[in-house]
């Protein structure tokens, strides 16, 4: 987290070690000028509450009953944007690997649903939640790069 308010264009060297007996270097970068290395969501965490689904910071948006309510009576699923990214970058660093690919590039910009940081959601909660007129708001600026580069 040391990095996470550089100014863009920046890249940072997040990891150098082996990755199923391949040598890896991973980099977090952000290219576009003037931003911040991780964007204002990169951060949220998601909570279940009152049937709803919310990706939420962690401070601020007090005045939002729903979110000042999730936070004290709602259930953290212990993990923040961030964390599902670099789960979904480590898959797919280890797929490359498997398959003697020598580099993988995650780039997330924009959350818009769920998937799109590796967050997945049965079917059947997504009609429950929907059925009780419920909200799944996974959504929001997260703005990272991770490039890897992989070495025999």
């Known amino acids: 987290m040391r990095h996470c308010r550089s100014l863009a ?3 940072f060297l997040a ?11 991973v980099y977090i970068y952000e290219t576009e000028v003037g931003t911040n290395l991780l964007g204002p969501a990169a951060l ?5 509450y009152d049937g709803n689904i919310l990706g939420i910071p962690e401070k ?5 009953t729903i979110v000042k309510k999730a936070r004290e009576e709602g259930l953290s699923v212990e993990f923040n ?4 990214v ?3 970058a480590v898959a797919k660093i ?10 993988v590039n995650v ?3 924009m959350i818009k649903n769920p998937s799109d940081i590796n967050v997945g959601i049965a079917a059947s909660a997504r009609r429950y939640i929907t059925s009780k007129k419920k909200k799944i708001r996974i959504n929001g600026p997260v703005f990272i790069g991770i490039r890897a580069v992989i070495v025999d």
């Open 15 to 25: 990891y150098n070690g082996r990755i199923l007996e391949k040598k890896v270097k």
């Open 9 to 11: 264009p920046c890249e």
């Open 81 to 84: 944007y961030l964390d599902a």
């Open 86 to 88: 670099v789960a979904l």
């Open 107 to 109: 780039r997330i910009t």
């Open 94 to 103: 280890e797929e490359a690997a498997k398959l003697d690919r020598k580099d």
């Open 44 to 48: 949220n965490k998601i909570y279940i």
């Open 60 to 64: 601020g948006l007090d005045q939002k």
